[in-house]
T-cell receptor
């Protein structure tokens, strides 16, 4: 059973550029959440996608946007990169259970370095 | 004050010891609690999921939630060097999809 996969593994960009990160959820999962994890910190919630719509958003600027495709895979786009955007970007997928009860399974992450 | 507080460690214990990892929180609405293990430069791995109060056991791991004290714990029995990692707690309230994470506790189990 394939787990959550993310690509690319590593990425180096310069300030002002744009980046797209990709995520394929675990088999049987239809909800995708994105997190940013700075060095030495816990993951910070960026947003969650369900049925191709952004369902909830964390405290991140509009430079961060996303998309979910009909096959449940997802992309995270970051525009106008800043040095502070350097972090590990994590994708987590969840099975749809009753109400809002869910667990989250993380992928290996994409390490973004902004120079 | 952060919503979720977690001692960053590092916590060093000898192999075979019982490890206790803890998080405190300020939001009494939190009802869903998870513990993750994260090895260096890897994604977090889900260890335990608990709803509301009480205990849950899975192999060498036991999770406890004390909502009256706003305190959760993860116990690891017979700790192994392979348990050396950072342990993250995460929690959320009903009606939201956003999990709040602690900063993580770094654990070292010495052979």
């Amino acid at each position: 059973d394939a787990g959550v996969t993310q690509s690319p593994t590593h990425l180096i960009k310069t300030r002002g550029q744009q980046v797209t990160l990709r995520c394929s959820p675990k088999s049987g999962h239809d909800t995708v959440s994105w997190y940013q994890q700075a060095l030495g910190q816990g993951p910070q919630f960026i947003f969650q996608y369900y049925e191709e719509e952004e369902r909830q958003r964390g405290n991140f600027p509009d430079r961060f946007s996303g998309h979910q495709f009909p096959n449940y895979s997802s992309e995270l786009n970051v525009n106008a990169l800043l040095l502070g955007d350097s972090a590990l970007y994590l994708c987590a997928s969840s099975p749809l259970l009753q109400d809002d009860t869910d667990t989250q399974y993380f992928g290996p992450g994409t390490r973004l370095t902004v120079l | 004050q952060k919503e979720v507080e977690q001692d960053p460690g590092p916590l060093s214990v000898p192999e075979g010891a019982i490890v206790s990892l803890n998080c405190t929180y300020s939001n009494s609405a939190f009802q869903y609690f998870m513990w993750y293990r994260q090895y260096s430069r890897k994604g977090p791995e889900l260890l335990m999921y608990t709803y509301s109060s009480g205990n849950k056991e899975d192999g060498r791991f036991t999770a406890q939630v004390d909502k009256s004290s706003k305190y959760i714990s993860l116990f690891i029995r017979d700790s192994q060097p392979s348990d050396s990692a950072t342990y993250l707690c995460a929690m959320k309230a009903s009606g939201t999809y956003k999990y709040i994470f602690g900063t993580g506790t770094r654990l070292k189990v010495l052979a």
